[in-house]
């Protein structure tokens, strides 16, 4: 079966998941009751994950090597990007970056075109991000 026939078998159960969410009102860069939510409903799917929350405001190289390296360990099937848009473009940058062998600033500069990435879900908590 492929993934996306999963996820469409799925589509009734994310749609209670993004409802019991959208009910944790937090706000910020520290989600701690949005973050073990997701990592609970993650645990009772018997899904193996890791928590990668370090992430800043204007996201830096710096951080997004600390999120590759992880990335590389742990090897997802995908990433979920919880927050805003810091988290969200940091979760792209990574997905592309932890898949390539040269250097990740290559992306931005033009060096290198993006040829596979790690697919990203993107939960948005914070309604004034510009990157949904």
Not at 6 to 22: F, I
Not at 66 to 73: I, K, P, S, V
Not at 114 to 129: G, L, M, R, S, W
């Amino acid at each position: 079966m492929s993934m996306w026939k999963e996820c469409e078998g799925l589509q009734e159960e994310l749609v209670k998941m993004r409802r019991e969410l959208h009910q944790i009102p937090e706000f910020g860069l520290d989600l701690p009751e949005t973050q073990k939510y997701v990592t609970d409903k993650l645990d009772e799917l018997g899904i193996v994950h890791t928590t990668y929350s370090n992430v800043a405001p204007d996201p830096t190289l710096a951080c997004a090597k600390e999120g590759m390296t992880q990335m590389r360990a742990f090897e997802p099937d995908c990433i979920i990007a919880l927050g805003g848009g810091s988290a969200m473009d940091e979760a792209k940058f990574i997905g592309i970056a932890a898949l390539y062998d040269g250097d990740p600033w290559d992306f931005p500069l033009g060096k290198a075109e993006i040829e596979k990435t790690i697919p990203v879900i993107a939960v948005v908590t914070i309604p004034a991000t510009s990157s949904e």
